[in-house]
């Protein structure tokens, strides 16, 4: 559990960074620092800003402090922008067209079965 608020006030900082976008699939991407801000809403607008220029597949805020009262560094992600991949509509239709294929088959085997020869 952290410290209260005055033992951990001290030192907060706000870090902007990037995830470049890759060119191919083989191709692998690196997060980068953009910078750090003091105040919360500094470092979300200007992780908006970059994420807004198209140029990175994500963009993360992250808080740092030093918690005094346990000793340590805390590190947390507070905000995180990313592409969304949409669903192709071809695997839409193709998922439909097997759901009715195996819907005909069911009803073709029922009937088939469901009768004496």
């Given at each position: 559990m952290a410290g209260t608020a005055k033992e951990v006030d001290q030192g907060i900082e706000f870090s902007v960074y990037t995830f470049e976008k890759t060119k191919s699939a083989a191709d692998q991407g690196k997060w980068q620092m953009q910078g750090t801000q003091t105040q919360m809403a500094d470092a979300l607008k200007a992780a908006e800003q970059l994420f807004d220029t198209g140029?990175?597949?994500?963009?993360?805020?992250?808080?740092?402090?030093?918690?005094?009262?346990?000793?340590?560094?805390?590190?947390?992600?507070?905000?995180?922008?990313?592409?969304?991949?949409?669903?192709?509509?071809?695997?839409?239709?193709?998922?439909?067209?097997?759901?009715?294929?195996c819907g005909a088959a069911a009803f073709t085997a029922t009937l088939y079965l469901s009768h004496s020869f």
């Amino acid at each position: 559990m952290a410290g209260t608020a005055k033992e951990v006030d001290q030192g907060i900082e706000f870090s902007v960074y990037t995830f470049e976008k890759t060119k191919s699939a083989a191709d692998q991407g690196k997060w980068q620092m953009q910078g750090t801000q003091t105040q919360m809403a500094d470092a979300l607008k200007a992780a908006e800003q970059l994420f807004d220029t198209g140029q990175y597949s994500k963009v993360e805020v992250k808080q740092k402090y030093f918690d005094k009262k346990q000793n340590r560094n805390i590190d947390t992600t507070l905000k995180v922008f990313q592409e969304i991949k949409q669903k192709s509509e071809v695997n839409v239709f193709v998922i439909f067209l097997f759901a009715v294929a195996c819907g005909a088959a069911a009803f073709t085997a029922t009937l088939y079965l469901s009768h004496s020869f």
